[in-house]
């Protein structure tokens, strides 16, 4: 007997995100699918030599196949939500009827994928966690698209052991130069925890001064700044381990393009495992995963060979035309609509239905940019996106071209909505060393030798495992977390206002800060009126009337930035 409500309430949890325990365990595994083992690299006989990645799926949707075809057709039903649980009917009915709706089922979520009707795919999500996963494969592949969310461990606040790194499939002395470059690179990051303790010290209580009567409490915080920046020494190599959660569309995309470069093979086991684990908790998803593109078919290798061969010579050349284009800055203004302002204000008139006699532009920008009036904007809840007023915003554009560190770029790709075209990495190596230094190695003699004695003997590992003929896509992951990242970025004025309100504050990443206070000053020369209200949180709050005026609570920057012009800002850690 159904309880009253009863249906109801199962019809609610249906629908629920479940931990993935030993219910799921009991299931019928079936085998994989062909387009499924196409992903397994051992086909090839190649295989990492360090302990292999760890994936399972932590949470996933209850009936998560299932919900593929209820959401298809609750769009045609004329009775109300279709629930997962009415796909298959009663689990009392007869085997025959069960496998006949199975069928159907099955025909139908075809029939959608193949149409390209795929929103039905993106309901369902699934939590993965995930180990020993290398820095490079997270920046090249797993984070470089939008869709996706990722709590990873961070090499800005905790210790990274000896033995901690991603060995390609190398053997004799290629493998022995690999096993040692880094080892240099282990020890030269150790050094540098302990050399930079003193310009971190310096630079730490000359921001909080009072502390200084407090050592025994803030040298902790001291020790962490002092390795933020020795981690740019450490080989892109490094593992790292998080929580990585996407949808089902997103997974079965990863599985077509996991052959593109730059790191094709740790890409095909990583995601071989991910689609082993969802087969297992969801066989029926085998029926709609296709084959992934076969390397040689992929548009950027089809590209690089439409380019013909290219030697250091002609790489460097490139690198060398881009940072002209730089000069000294680490992000440049290449382009933007002329009537980015006129086109804000005309679309905030639209939103209230006004006339220019009733807003000005001057007025109309104000009125969406100012956070005294739009109040939205002094929140630590992001609402632009669902505010009318600040959808206004969308329609302003800018574009950067930008060179950062590899580990800097690696938080910058998770502003996701400010995408970027990241290189082919391959294309823009050379064995002459090219990298991004640090302001805090900067100011201490010995910590800059010694930086630069580490990115010297990385890239001499790297030269001489190409000499040895060592593919770029295993000799890369020697290279240093300061390996220099060239690339164009774009993004509409809403989004870029929000990753400004997030890293011009003082706490931020010192390079993406760098970047951000580049770019700021560039759009108040171009477009003043837009500009003046690109702000830190603490700046925007403290106009909107928000208290505290910064959010950060005990992590509070020391300095009292809202009070500050954009030309004063000045940090060193």
Known sequence: MVRPGGRRRAARRSALIVPVGRRYNRRVTLPLARSATSCDPERGGLRFLSPPPEVRISNAFARAFDNVVATARTCYSGSGIVRDEQVLGDPEAPHEKREERRKRRDALARDLYQAGHH??????HFQFALSNVSRQFLWSFLHS????????????????????YAVPPLSGQALAVYEDTVARQQQGYEDLCRLLLGPASSAYYARYPARRHYTMKYDKEVQKKAQEVARYVLPVATFAYLYHTISGLTLLRYHRVCREPDTPLEQRIVVGRMVEELLALEPAYAGILEDPIPEEETPEYRAMRLAGPRDDTDRGAFLREFDRDLGDRVSVLADYPAKNEETLAQAVREVLGLTRDRLSDDEAIETVLDPGRNRTLGEALNLTTLSKLSRAMVHCHYTFRKRMSHTADSQNQRHRMTPASRPILHAHLTSEP??????LVLEDGACLRRFREVMESSWEGFARLRALDVADEFASYVLPNALAIRFTESANLLDLHHKHAMRLCYNAQEEIWRASVDEARQIREVNPRIGRFLLPPCGLRQTAEARPICPEGKRYCGE?????????YRRVI
């Open 119 to 124: 929103t039905t795919l993106q309901h369902a």
């Open 434 to 439: 090219d990298y991004v230094t640090p302001l």
């Open 145 to 164: 698209h939008p869709f996706y969310n990722s709590e990873q461990v961070s090499q800005r606040y905790v210790t990274v052991k000896p033995g901690n």
């Open 560 to 568: 009292r930035v809202w009070t500050y012009r954009l030309d004063e």
